[in-house]
């Protein structure tokens, strides 16, 4: 069993599924947030050792919000940046905002481990 407790934050179940398989094969404790307001819920009852958040969550907190108030609480954890607009995004905007590292969507399992491990 791995020491890794990954919160990961999207607005689309279909992505929150497929990352809770990929981070399944290799044994990793996920809790799953639908949105910005429910991962905060979530980390206070839970200790997690990674969050990976989605920058475009339309509904109710955005990926930019969830991310302030995330480093304000819990400055601690790093945050993996899930986006499909890689190439669009002033990377170094939000890692002045505390992200630690990039995930480009559509991404595939060795990339996904690679920036967890």
Partial sequence: MSDHRILIVDDDPMILKL???????????TFSAGGGQQALDILAKNEVSHIILDLNMPDGLSGTETLKRINK???????????GDGPMIDKNKF????VSKFLNKPFDLEE???IIE
């Avoid at 990352?19 to 404790?29: G, Q």
């Avoid at 609480?73 to 986006?83: A, E, G, K, R």
């Fill in 19 to 29: 990352i809770k398989r990929m981070l399944a094969t290799r044994k990793y404790l």
């Fill in 73 to 83: 609480l819990y400055p601690d954890i790093p945050v993996i940046l899930s986006t």
């Fill in 95 to 98: 890692l002045r905002m505390g």
């Fill in 112 to 114: 996904l481990f690679s």
